[in-house]
Antibody
């Protein structure tokens, strides 16, 4: 079964750092781009960017460039989303998702992780 | 960045009725790279349609997508109880990929 399993919920204070994970299984992890999607409480989906696990080539939405960092460890089939200094406005659900087809960086997402809730509060 | 506008924001229908959801783009979407997702409360989105009109694996044929250029439509031919949810369109024809704000299909 193809699946993405994300790390558990996090509660952090403003200014703290955080790294959440997304582990793929059941498919060739290195040959499909992984995307990150934010969903703020009660709001819609926001495309944050994508990473290619084989070489860690990352593309960011301008809205998130400089605010977050994507990384990947292909030896353990895991992608990461990290913040160096969290803000209250980072409070949201974060999803990772697998590219549908091996056709290039931009594609629909056919498999989604269960999501990681990040709460930033003093 | 391509902005996607979904209409209506909320659609109130009864089971068995036909649902028509619209997604308009601020610029032409390359190669009609437009997807539709369904999201139920507390769950991750699920891919329904990709490339504007291709159904994803396991998606019932009551879901269909159409359109090209800047105007796209998701049609649910006969609503089942499990279809009441929020639907998002997403374009992946140019970077950054963007989502619409969603249409909530609720029970009338």
């Amino acid at each position: 079964e193809v699946q993405l399993v994300q790390s558990g919920a996090e509660v952090k204070k403003p200014g703290e750092s955080l790294k959440i994970s997304c582990k793929g299984s059941g498919y060739s992890f290195t040959t499909y781009w992984i995307g990150w999607v934010r969903q703020m409480p009660g709001k819609g989906l926001e495309w944050m960017g994508i990473i290619y696990p084989d070489d860690s080539d990352a593309r960011y939405s301008p809205s998130f460039q400089g605010q977050v960092t994507f990384s990947a460890d292909k030896s353990i089939n895991t992608a990461y989303l990290q913040w160096s200094s969290l803000r209250a406005s980072d409070t949201a659900m974060y999803y990772c998702a697998k590219q549908h087809e091996m056709v290039g960086p931009l594609d629909a997402f056919d498999i989604w992780g269960q999501g990681t809730v990040v709460t930033v509060s003093s | 960045e391509i902005v996607l506008t979904q209409a209506p924001a909320t659609l109130s229908l009864s089971p068995g009725e036909r649902a028509t959801l619209s997604c308009g783009a601020s610029h032409t979407i390359n190669s009609n790279y437009l997807a539709w997702y369904q999201q139920k409360p507390g769950l991750a989105p699920r891919l329904l349609i990709y490339d504007a009109s291709s159904r994803a694996t396991g998606i019932p044929d009551r879901f269909s997508g159409s359109g090209s250029g800047t105007d796209f439509t998701l049609t649910i031919s006969r609503l089942e109880p499990e279809d009441f949810a929020v639907y998002y369109c997403q374009q992946y024809g140019s970077s950054p990929g963007t989502f619409g704000h969603g249409t909530k299909v609720e029970i009338k």
